[in-house]
């Protein structure tokens, strides 16, 4: 019976493995999920072979995909009436990208439309998480018109000229008036199905037509859930951590400011300057609708400073975290109720966080895609034009996150040092580059000519050596150290 219960309790994380990968964002995410699950998955495979040699007389299929119904169904007879668990289980596989994908292929197979199967290579591109320079070669083009309305399409035409009437999920977002035992708003699958089209409405179209308008809609499906995501974020952790009585920690408001700092501003732009002119240009062109590089441009011009403020503090929000979760077992156990949430999808708060920095990255490689699957020289400009307005976003970002891990490596040595002495070695310069730091025994000059060996913490920066002794004493009651410190030059020691 132990054997029994260990191989259900093997079953439900090989399902659970499955249900995380289904809903990722990127192949590396996945691949970094089956390597970290190995071990547990091989002792699963083990434990099913040694059952089925045990009990010889069971038909257990190999496999959760296995189309035989010789095996007996813990349900009962095989037309029994499905339980929660079931619909729960498939709404999980059936909202997942790659059933998406899958079913669309299918459909479009079924109705004999002249759709072969989309590149699905180029797909998995669009969804990973690589570096972008390698990927994608940028040719010159002429800039986007700086002056763009701010408010340029974010508002839907009046529904007498509309050519497609979005239902209203698509303006739907996860909004603080939807419960949290409720459903998150999904889009329809795929560009036919939202548009309902039917054989006959793509006759005369082209195979890569009818791909480009489905990369069109990946970007405009993909938008939606990105800002839905960064709603869950704000929902599962930002309000409850606010909100909770007795508190979980000393000073939530500060905790926040410091964790998941300008992640409603970005939301926001995003939604303004993105998600509803998109929307906007479906409705009124309809199924077949040209892609237009504005939004992209809006969205670079207003959300920069945003993005370099969120880049700029993303490692020290990741370590304020982290730090949280070792000192705080009421705060590690708020984590993981908000992991097991249903709308968490199995991730952690550190795959949401990372969310804004990962959405640039997708801009970029389903815009090279889009351009792949159009031959009009106007279109493949426009995605081309679309892209160079990423770029340098993309590059102030990546060079904030640099410059962010650096002022967290040198957060220590600022507390430690006076502003004289910060100010002596250019501490403050973003060109200044750590190196390494560590305790070791130092030998110290005292008074009198004693020396006497010290445990001190060592740093070394591009330009300077620097020692500092430290004393801890006892921790406070919000379970910080207080540390006392003096700097000694490398020119004050002796023998070090």
Request: hydrophobic share 40%; charged share 20%; aromatic share 8%.
């Amino acid at each position: 019976m132990a054997g029994f219960q260990q191989q259900i309790r093997g079953q439900v994380l090989a399902l659970n493995t499955l249900l995380q990968g289904l809903q990722m964002e990127s192949l590396g995410d996945m691949r970094l999920l089956l390597q970290s699950q190995q071990a547990q998955l091989d002792q699963i495979h083990n434990n099913t072979a040694s059952l089925r040699k045990q009990y010889p007389q069971s038909t257990v299929p190999d496999s959760i995909f296995d189309n035989k119904r010789s095996a007996n169904s813990i349900y009962g007879a095989p037309d029994s009436v499905l339980g929660a668990e079931d619909f729960a289980f498939d709404d999980d596989i059936v909202n997942s990208k790659a059933y998406r994908r899958a079913m669309a292929l299918a459909q479009a197979q079924f109705d004999k439309v002249h759709i072969a199967d989309a590149d699905e290579n180029h797909l998995a591109q669009a969804t990973d998480d690589a570096s972008i320079s390698e990927r994608l070669p940028l040719e010159s083009t002429t800039s986007l018109t700086e002056q763009i309305e701010e408010n340029t399409n974010t508002v839907a035409p009046g529904a007498q000229t509309l050519a497609w009437n979005a239902p209203i999920k698509y303006r739907t977002f996860t909004a603080s008036t939807i419960p949290l035992d409720g459903d998150l708003p999904r889009l329809d699958y795929d560009w036919a199905s939202a548009f309902e089209l039917k054989k006959a409405d793509m006759e005369g179209r082209s195979k890569q037509e009818v791909e480009h308008q489905n990369v069109m809609f990946e970007i405009l499906e993909s938008e939606h859930q990105f800002i839905n995501n960064l709603g869950v974020l704000s929902r599962l952790y930002v309000d409850p951590l606010l909100n909770a009585w007795p508190k979980i920690m000393d000073k939530p408001s500060k905790f926040v400011d410091q964790a998941f700092a300008s992640l409603n501003a970005i939301r926001e732009a995003h939604e303004r300057h993105v998600y509803l002119p998109m929307l906007a240009c479906w409705e009124r062109e309809g199924a077949w609708a040209k892609f237009t590089p504005e939004p992209f441009a809006a969205l670079a011009k207003s959300a920069e400073a945003t993005y370099v403020s969120f880049s700029q503090n993303f490692n020290l929000a990741q370590a304020t975290i982290q730090d949280e979760l070792s000192n705080n077992p009421q705060f590690r156990q708020f984590i993981e109720t908000r992991r097991q949430h249903p709308w968490s999808q199995k991730l952690g708060w550190d795959s949401y966080l990372k969310i804004p920095l990962t959405r640039l990255q997708r801009y970029r490689l389903l815009l090279a895609v889009l351009g792949r699957t159009t031959s009009s020289p106007s279109d493949k400009a426009d995605t081309v034009m679309a892209d160079s307005k990423i770029v340098p976003l993309l590059t102030m970002v990546e060079s904030a996150l640099r410059h962010g891990q650096l002022r967290l490596q040198l957060k220590p040595m600022v507390d430690s040092l006076s502003a004289e002495q910060a100010a002596g070695i250019l501490l403050s310069n973003p060109e200044r580059r750590f190196v390494t730091s560590g305790r070791f025994p130092v030998q110290i000059m005292q008074a009198g000519d004693d020396k006497t060996w010290r445990d001190c913490m060592v740093t070394l920066l591009d330009n300077a050596f620097i020692i500092t002794l430290g004393t801890l004493s006892t921790p406070t009651v919000s379970r910080k150290a207080t540390v006392v410190v003096r700097t000694v030059w490398p020119r004050c020691v002796d023998g070090g």
